[in-house]
């Protein structure tokens, strides 16, 4: 499995980026997808995740009126809409999946926790200046 996140870059206070990530390896429609971050000096945090036809998303309280995930299954890639950037939203931003067999896990009460996710993208950077 391989996941490919891009998209990121430096953009000012209020200004909006979309993230991408491409999947391959996986039959990419039976997988729930998820974007995480983690700033510098920082733990790991869940963003939002997003059900396998779309139709179900979730996110961090914190991102929820800002960020929209979404997904197209024909091509095999998940996007993060972030909007009104903030420099606090500075951070490497990573997709990821979890096993299929932890669905249940990661659409209930397990929903967020980055254990649960077993494959993962290789970060990309986004940066917020003031």
């Known amino acids: 499995v391989q996941l490919q996140a891009s998209g990121g870059g430096l953009v000012q206070a209020g200004g909006s980026l979309r993230l991408s990530c491409a999947a391959s390896?996986?039959?990419?429609?039976?997988?729930?997808m998820g974007w995480f971050r983690q700033a510098p000096g920082k733990e790991r945090e869940f963003v939002a995740h997003i059900n396998e036809n779309g139709g179900s998303t979730y996110y961090a309280d914190s991102m929820k009126d800002r960020f929209t995930i979404s997904r197209d299954n024909a091509k095999n890639t998940v996007y993060l809409q972030m909007n009104s950037l903030k420099p606090e939203d500075t951070a490497v931003y990573y997709c990821?999946?979890?096993?299929?067999?932890?669905?249940?896990?990661?659409?209930?009460?397990?929903?967020?926790?980055?254990?649960?996710?077993?494959?993962w993208g290789q970060g990309t950077l986004v940066t917020v200046s003031s």
């Open positions: 390896g996986l039959t990419f429609s039976t997988y729930i």
């Open positions: 990821a999946a979890p096993s299929r067999r932890k669905r249940a896990q990661v659409m209930g009460v397990l929903a967020g926790r980055d254990d649960q996710y077993n494959y």
